[in-house]
């Protein structure tokens, strides 16, 4: 990059004339910097002061410096040349911390999702295993999200044909449909529990209870419902 540097500013020669011989090599020093490292900016800083005091500073063909103005001119290049690759150095430090953050952030995250998938797993086979009839519902519209083998069972559908389906549609209650909002507030601060006939998917009518409770996150808002239903047999 110096090599460039001092071509570059050589074909210039002619429109500057003497004036400005570190301004390129300021250029090679932040490029070099970035492309390189901060040693190999050191060096470019080092090379750029001998191309300028050999090829382009008074005398020429010599490595003298010349003069008080040389000597200010030589000491300010270098001032500036080391204070760019400092500059450097710690955005390159603060590039490779964020880099090294992101890094750890993305592990810890696969991790979680990991182990979420994992938690997630074990609470449906401990969902799908329980020997009582249970559901989850949208808390919002109490449509079925999730149901076990038991629920299937009492209602005669399956959990695909439920996930289509709200609630208050299984049962055909239209007021359970409009009161819902209130029911999901109600049971906020006590589960509820009410007796319906259920209509199967074949057409016959079961006598059940429906027990309903909040499932709510770290600050009490209802995420999930919780719907068990019971077959009330016939005597």
Same mark, same amino acid.
């Not at 020429?60 to 270098?78: C, T």
């Not at 009839?133 to 009492?154: C, H, M, P, R, W």
């Not at 079961?206 to 068990?228: E, F, G, H, K, M």
């Given at each position: 990059?110096?090599?460039?540097?001092?071509?570059?500013?050589?074909?210039?020669?002619?429109?500057?004339?003497?004036?400005?011989?570190?301004?390129?090599?300021?250029?090679?020093?932040?490029?070099?910097?970035?492309?390189?490292?901060?040693?190999?900016?050191?060096?470019?800083?080092?090379?750029?002061?001998?191309?300028?005091?050999?090829?382009?500073?008074?005398?020429?063909?010599?490595?003298?410096?010349?003069?008080?103005?040389?000597?200010?001119?030589?000491?300010?290049?270098?001032?500036?040349?080391?204070?760019?690759?400092?500059?450097?150095?710690? #955005?390159?430090?603060?590039?490779?911390?964020?880099?090294?953050?992101?890094?750890?952030?993305?592990?810890?995250? #696969?991790?979680?999702?990991?182990?979420?998938?994992?938690? #997630?797993?074990?609470?449906?086979?401990?969902?799908?295993? +329980?020997?009582?009839?249970?559901?989850?519902?949208?808390?919002?519209?109490?449509?079925?999200?999730?149901?076990?083998?038991?629920?299937?069972?009492?209602?005669?559908?399956?959990?695909?044909?439920?996930?289509?389906?709200?609630?208050? #549609?299984?049962?055909?209650?239209?007021?359970?449909?409009?009161?819902?909002?209130?029911?999901?507030?109600?049971?906020?601060?006590?589960? +509820?529990?009410?007796?319906?006939?259920?209509?199967?998917?074949?057409?016959?009518?079961?006598?059940?209870?429906?027990?309903?409770?909040?499932?709510?996150?770290?600050?009490?808002?209802?995420?999930?419902?919780?719907?068990?239903?019971?077959?009330?047999?016939?005597?």
């Amino acid at each position: 990059m110096v090599g460039l540097a001092l071509g570059i500013r050589w074909l210039l020669e002619p429109v500057l004339q003497g004036k400005l011989p570190y301004s390129f090599f300021y250029v090679s020093i932040i490029v070099t910097a970035w492309i390189a490292g901060i040693w190999e900016a050191v060096l470019a800083v080092v090379l750029g002061f001998l191309a300028a005091e050999f090829f382009l500073i008074e005398p020429r063909w010599s490595l003298a410096v010349s003069g008080a103005d040389g000597w200010l001119g030589g000491l300010l290049y270098f001032f500036i040349g080391l204070a760019i690759v400092w500059f450097s150095k710690s #955005e390159q430090a603060a590039r490779l911390r964020e880099l090294t953050t992101a890094v750890e952030a993305r592990k810890r995250q #696969e991790e979680l999702e990991h182990e979420l998938k994992g938690n #997630e797993g074990r609470y449906r086979k401990l969902f799908e295993s +329980c020997p009582l009839a249970q559901a989850e519902l949208d808390a919002t519209t109490g449509d079925f999200l999730l149901v076990n083998s038991k629920f299937s069972e009492i209602t005669g559908y399956s959990s695909t044909e439920l996930s289509h389906k709200s609630l208050a #549609e299984l049962l055909q209650d239209e007021k359970l449909k409009t009161d819902w909002a209130a029911i999901r507030q109600s049971i906020r601060e006590h589960p +509820c529990s009410v007796e319906r006939h259920s209509i199967r998917k074949d057409g016959t009518t079961r006598r059940v209870r429906l027990r309903l409770a909040p499932v709510q996150d770290s600050n009490t808002r209802i995420q999930r419902v919780l719907a068990i239903l019971e077959h009330i047999p016939d005597f």
